[in-house]
Every structure is written in C-alpha cells, then in structure tokens.
C-alpha cells in the first residue's frame, strides 16, 4: 500500500470515529434533557384509605413542586402537584423543605391485580415537550371481591 492511501485510510477511520463520538455525544445530551437524572420519589399503597401516596422531589430545583402523574394498568388515572407535608422526606435530606407529598385516592378497581406507577411530569425545548419519569417502583395491589385490596410485594 502506498503512503497516499494510507493517509487517506487513516484520515476516513479518524473521521468516522469523530462521528460516532459526536452522535454518542448529541444522544447522551438529547436524554439528559428530556430525562435529567435530577427527579427523585417513591411511593407506596396505603390500603386503609385506598390511596397511592409518596413523595417527588426535582433536586435541580429543591424549593420547587413537582407535578406527578398516576397511572393504573397503563391507564391515566389523575394528576397533582406534589405539596402535601412530608418532614421525613427534609429530614433524610431529599429536600430543603416539608412539602413533597402526594396522596392519590385510587377509583373502584375491578377485582384482581392491577399495577400503578407514578410518573413526575418533565417539560423540556422550553416546554415545547412534556416526558414522564417514573418514580420508585411500580407497585401492585390485589383487590378482593369484595372491593377490599392489599398491597402485593413482588421482591
């Protein structure tokens, strides 16, 4: 192989690794900004009230309210602002202060398994987009028939 086509072999194999770290690169910030690591919550059953409650906190904007979204068997249900009391969310040092609590009081379900998620709400492009982040895990409950329901533990 000649010298000339050696440089140009080398010229194409540094251009096409250019490409791939610049399209890695776009495509980590793309995510970042529609998904930004920056939501954090939880939240679990509380069959007594029949209620989904948690907690969402959006730690880039610490004295900010996060909207959530809940979710059952895939299905819209509700949405609401994350501001109910929650102290032990500060004192665990997840937020500067009480407010990040959720409450959502579940519909008559059907009996059998149904799974609900909660979601905080992200806008993003100058909320040109909206996505959805799930917070904590999904979670499981088993309603009996006689509208009774339990919190199942999948672990």
Known sequence: MNSASLRLTNVLIGKAIFEILLVGAIAVGSYISMFPPTFHGWGEAVPDAKSIAGWAVNSAEPWGRVEVQLFIDENFVATQTAQLPRPDVKAAG???????????????????????????????????????????????VEVGQNGGWQKVDER
């Not at 909660?118 to 492009?125: E, Q």
């Open 94 to 140: 997840w937020a500067k202060d009480d407010w990040h609590g959720y409450d959502f009081q579940l519909p008559n379900l059907k009996p059998g398994r149904h799974e609900a998620r909660v979601y905080a709400l992200h806008a993003s492009g100058y909320a040109e987009r909206y996505t959805l982040q799930l917070l904590g895990d999904p979670i499981i």
